[in-house]
């Protein structure tokens, strides 16, 4: 959860670590996705914050953010998800505030993190979820798991480094996360480690 600048300029260095670079210049400077994800993490920040003016810089970011996320039909929220979220593609992209998703998720279009039962998911971290896949409940995924185009997740799954795909979702292989830029994200974790090392 963002509580302090530090905590901010560390979720947005790792959101966009985390992001492909667009090949085209405009659009390295000029991408809705990652203006999206940083006015979603300031929203974040002074939504964790009390005071006036925190009120209305929550206000501000969020009215922002949500103008670029109705364009593509989609709705995130705050103090959802970890650091270093990816997003391949924004379109219907629809998840419950009340879900919690862990450091560097992966979402694709369509994808649908929901309540049922009035209760929400849980999901691990470095959890791809591929096109049009749904995860609906109080269902728990764990660390590093491969969710399938289209697949249905409505149990926990418990194993981590696995593919689940299928209506409703089921085991099809032991290989986990694989489309995440793991480069970019070893670089990101060499940092902080570098970090720790050097504030020890």
């Not at 970890?82 to 369509?110: F, T």
């Amino acid at each position: 959860m963002i509580r302090t600048k530090e905590d901010l300029r560390a979720y947005i260095a790792a959101d966009r670590s985390a992001q492909p670079p667009a090949k085209s210049f405009i659009k390295r400077h000029f991408d809705d996705v990652t203006k999206m994800k940083t006015l979603l993490r300031k929203s974040e920040y002074h939504h964790n914050n009390p005071g006036v003016m925190h009120k209305l810089m929550y206000c501000f970011h969020w009215w922002r953010c949500k103008r670029i996320q109705r364009s593509y039909c989609s709705e995130l929220w705050p103090n959802v998800f970890g650091k270093g979220l990816m997003i391949w593609h924004p379109e219907r992209i629809i998840v419950n505030g009340a879900a919690r998703v862990g450091d560097y998720c992966s979402l694709s279009s369509g994808v649908v993190i929901a309540h049922s039962n009035h209760e929400n998911p849980v999901i691990g971290d470095y959890v791809e979820l591929m096109i049009d896949s749904k995860v609906l409940g109080g269902v728990h995924v764990a660390d590093h798991v491969r969710i399938g185009a289209n697949a249905l997740v409505l149990k926990d799954i418990d194993e981590a480094d696995t593919t689940w795909a299928g209506q409703p979702a089921h085991k099809i292989g032991d290989t986990g996360t694989v489309e995440h830029p793991i480069p970019t994200l070893a670089k990101v974790g060499d940092e902080e480690r570098g970090m720790n090392v050097r504030s020890a």
